[in-house]
């Protein structure tokens, strides 16, 4: 199993145990982590599951695509340009057996 922690404004956190192979994205909108819409199913075409991955995370990820990179200058929370990523884009699993993400104000 691998571990997703969505951690919120108000100071609570989502941990989630999930399989491997798992996006963020889905294991949010399964789980029904508040702040995590995922309208497009996972096709990168929506934004509405922008996330702020933890900088000791940040290693780990595959590059933004250009898909991912076009749908971040338009997400409902401020851009960082070093942190913000979308979570439909980011799969748990061997490589990445863990993160943990800050999750925007606004998705919508």
């Not at 969505?6 to 145990?17: E, K, Q, R, T, Y």
């Not at 290693?59 to 979570?87: F, H, K, N, Q, V």
């Amino acid at each position: 199993m691998a571990k997703i922690s969505f951690h919120h404004s108000d100071g609570n956190v989502d941990v989630l145990d999930v399989d491997p192979g798992t996006s963020l994205m889905r294991a949010a909108v399964t789980n029904g982590v508040a702040g995590i819409v995922g309208e497009c199913g996972g096709q990168a075409m929506c934004a509405t599951c922008h996330v702020y991955v933890r900088p000791e995370y940040l290693d780990g990820l595959p590059e933004i695509g250009d898909d991912e990179e076009e749908m971040l200058d338009c997400t409902a929370g401020p851009r960082d340009e070093t942190r913000s990523r979308l979570g439909c884009q980011i799969t748990v699993g061997d490589e990445l057996e863990q993160i943990e993400v800050d999750v925007p104000d606004d998705q919508i």
